[in-house]
């Protein structure tokens, strides 16, 4: 990875931030970040690698074709990764549109940009260059509580908006490398946590809205089991895939660690206690259950055995670790995301 120039889309992001901060620390690599800044995406998450020689960035929509064209002629990019996305499966059931247009559209856009610029490229730079598609557990739907897990080949079934156009793009990607050759590679992870997470979802609200007072509204009964991925090793994982993986291959990246939402919040609410104690009791009276959203999933799980025996991958932290290193982050950075 040293000598490579990587453009990664969505690098002001969750997920984007790590691996921007991935690269910039654990090789020696080129980095722009290339993101439209939506409530999603905030610079902040970068203060600590931003004024590194090595890092530029472009605040451009992935759907823009002039910008995305400008992007690879003046980067010259070895590697992209596409993380940009509409991620927050809520807001997909309100608004459908913007994920239509960032998430199908968006990728649409990149690829044949990618395409045009990888086909003019020098034969050695043609062989070296990688399109690295970043997905979801989410396009598989849901499993019952015997069924086995998730793996590379089971059919895609997506059950609300935000999958759906997930599925969309992940069938573009393979599209363009069966119908093109275009070099692309597809990882579909479970769910990330870790800092630096918009406290729209799961962890980071039920973190915020426990020390802020607030009901921590569960959907349901809250026994929807979902697989918990620490987003270092999710960076560990995509820079494996980049070095090793088979061009047109698609690799799940799982945190082995599934539990339930009520799980979940239970944890916090106990590291909680002991970390930040009120005198009004435990955080776990603020649980309140509230309607299920509609076409939520029950159950996912996934099998990483691909990337682990092929590529010799394997996560790093177990999920009490990683949550407790989480709430510690929140709470030493309580004004992060706020604005
Ligand atoms: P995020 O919502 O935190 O960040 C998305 C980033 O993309 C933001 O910086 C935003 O500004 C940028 N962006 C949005 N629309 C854009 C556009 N049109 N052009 C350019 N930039 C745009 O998302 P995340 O949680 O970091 O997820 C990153 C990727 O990983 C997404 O593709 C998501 O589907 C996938 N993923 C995430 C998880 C998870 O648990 N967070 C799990 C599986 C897959």
């Known amino acids: 990875m040293n000598d490579r120039r990587v453009l990664i889309t969505g690098g002001a992001g969750f997920i984007g931030s790590h691996l921007v901060r991935g690269?910039?620390?654990?090789?020696?690599?080129?980095?722009?970040?290339?993101?439209?800044?939506?409530y999603a995406g905030n610079l902040e998450s970068l203060r600590d690698v931003s004024d590194s020689p090595r890092?530029?960035?472009?605040?451009?929509?992935?759907?823009?074709?002039?910008?995305?064209?400008?992007a690879f002629a003046e980067f010259e990019p070895d590697i992209v990764v596409n993380l940009a996305a509409?991620?927050?499966?809520?807001?997909?059931?309100?608004?459908?549109?913007e994920f239509i247009q960032t998430n199908i559209v968006g990728t649409f856009t990149m690829l044949e940009a990618g395409r045009a610029y990888w086909n003019a490229l020098p034969s050695d730079r043609k062989e070296r260059f990688r399109f690295l598609h970043i997905s979801t557990d989410e396009v598989y739907g849901s499993l019952g509580?015997?069924?086995?897990?998730?793996?590379?080949?089971?059919?895609?079934?997506?059950?609300?908006?935000?999958s759906?156009?997930?599925?969309?793009?992940?069938?573009?990607?393979?599209?363009?490398?069966?119908?093109?050759?275009?070099?692309?590679?597809?990882?579909?992870?479970?769910?990330?946590?870790?800092?630096?997470?918009?406290?729209?979802?799961?962890?980071?609200?039920?973190?915020?809205?426990?020390?802020?007072?607030?009901?921590?509204?569960?959907?349901?009964?809250?026994k929807q089991i979902r697989d918990w991925l620490f987003v270092p090793d999710h960076v560990t994982a995509i820079l494996r895939v980049l070095k090793s993986g088979v061009i047109g291959r698609s690799y799940l990246v799982a945190g082995e660690n599934q539990y339930s939402v009520l799980d979940v919040v239970e944890k916090i609410c106990d590291?909680?206690?002991?970390?930040?104690?009120?005198?009004?009791?435990?955080?776990?009276?603020?649980?309140?259950?509230?309607v299920d959203r509609p076409g939520n999933d029950?159950?996912?799980?996934?099998?990483?055995?691909?990337?682990?025996?092929?590529?010799g991958w394997k996560r790093s932290v177990s999920f009490d670790e990683g949550l407790r290193r989480t709430v510690e982050w929140y709470l030493a950075n309580d004004d992060w995301g706020r604005g």
């Open 145 to 162: 509580s015997d069924d086995p897990p998730f793996h590379e080949e089971t059919p895609y079934s997506p059950h609300n908006p935000y």
């Open 298 to 311: 029950r159950r996912y799980a996934i099998d990483s055995t691909r990337l682990q025996t092929e590529l």
């Open 23 to 38: 690269f910039l620390t654990l090789t020696s690599a080129q980095v722009l970040n290339f993101d439209k800044l939506t």
């Open 55 to 70: 890092y530029r960035f472009m605040q451009c929509d992935i759907g823009d074709i002039g910008a995305v064209n400008t």
């Open 271 to 290: 590291l909680l206690d002991e970390l930040k104690p009120t005198t009004e009791g435990s955080y776990r009276q603020q649980i309140k259950h509230v």
């Open 86 to 97: 509409e991620s927050h499966v809520d807001r997909s059931i309100a608004m459908p549109d």
């Open 164 to 222: 759906a156009s997930k599925a969309s793009a992940d069938h573009l990607v393979r599209a363009w490398h069966n119908t093109y050759g275009f070099p692309v590679l597809i990882t579909n992870c479970s769910n990330n946590y870790g800092p630096y997470q918009y406290p729209e979802k799961l962890i980071p609200k039920t973190i915020r809205d426990a020390l802020d007072g607030q009901a921590l509204s569960i959907h349901g009964d809250g």
